[in-house]
């Protein structure tokens, strides 16, 4: 049986798992957490930062075990057998490909609003080309591709994040709790997505070098760095912002640019954003055929 060629290393596997993980959601969720809960929000990001953690020493543990391509299909055949790992692998299959379309026309359109088929299919058309030719020249290749869109956002959150903590609003922060508990566990449920993605970074897994033992450790340590990232993210952008503003911004990125680096940060932005959720789908692109195989 053919084995694919282990070329990644333990930094590269990091930043994708990093890219895999964090994904868009940190570019938009930020908003529904502030306007269903305010600044208690920051709470609801705890909480689901803890509990992500959690989760990926779950996804770490069975990574050791089972350092293979298909990720949650080797997971489930082993626990379920193959019936309910076929279902799972292929739901999984189905649902990154509509993921795929949805976050290249979202892409093309946050670029060009004006509805215009034409032009906005062809470019996304491109795309997703250019993605398939990369992929098909080897993980060598691709890896270049996944460690550049892996850098993009995590400059784009702390080049917004710092210009945030440099002075201290505290009449944004007050009230801090607008309403009962139970919007604090809503705006959890709403956030979550933020940390999604361990499912497609475990596809890497048989071509890290020492998957068994370097696979688990980017997982955690990924999600770690994300759970820090996103909370000193959060508190900047409501200690900026006031949090009925920015909880409806339907675009809070580029609310916070305008605010700290005015017109041409907006602009700047708007093309970091295109191209974080370009960046996603470039991640599924690539790890979605080893999980076919």
């Known amino acids: 049986e053919p084995q694919l060629e282990k070329v990644l290393s333990y930094p590269v596997i990091l930043l994708i798992t990093i890219n895999s993980i964090m994904g868009t959601g940190i570019f938009f969720l930020p908003a529904v957490g502030a306007s269903l809960a305010g600044p208690a929000s920051l709470i609801a ?10 989760i990926s020493m779950i996804f770490a543990e ?4 089972f350092p293979e391509s298909g990720g949650i299909y080797e997971f489930c055949k ?8 076929f279902l799972i692998g292929w739901g999984t299959l189905i649902a990154g490909n509509i993921t795929i379309a949805m976050l290249v026309v979202g892409a093309i359109q946050y670029l060009v609003p004006v509805e215009a088929p034409f032009v906005t299919i062809p470019i996304a058309l491109f795309f997703l080309l250019m993605f398939n030719y990369i992929a098909y020249k080897g993980m060598k290749t691709s890896a270049v591709m996944l460690v550049a869109f892996a850098i993009i956002p995590f400059c784009a959150v702390i080049g917004l994040a710092i210009p945030g903590a440099l002075s201290f609003h505290p009449e944004n922060f007050t009230p801090f709790f607008i309403g009962p508990m139970s919007l604090i566990i809503i705006a959890i449920f709403s956030i979550a997505e933020t940390f999604f993605g361990w499912e497609t970074a475990t596809f890497l897994a048989a071509e890290t070098k020492d998957g068994a033992r370097v696979m688990p450790k980017a997982l955690i340590w990924g999600t770690v760095i994300i759970a820090v990232i996103v909370l000193f993210s959060v508190f900047t952008s409501l200690n900026a912002i006031n949090w009925e503003v920015f909880g409806g911004s339907s675009a809070p990125l580029t609310d916070l640019a305008a605010v700290h680096y005015g017109d041409t940060g907006v602009k700047i932005f708007t093309i970091i954003v ?3 959720i370009i960046g996603s789908v470039a991640g599924w692109i690539v790890s979605a055929p080893r999980l076919i195989l």
Do not use: D, E, K
């Open 45 to 54: 990001w705890a909480v689901m930062a803890i509990v992500a953690i959690y």
């Open 62 to 65: 069975l990574t050791s075990m």
């Open 78 to 85: 082993q626990a379920y057998g193959y019936f309910w790992s």
């Open 274 to 276: 295109y191209l974080a």
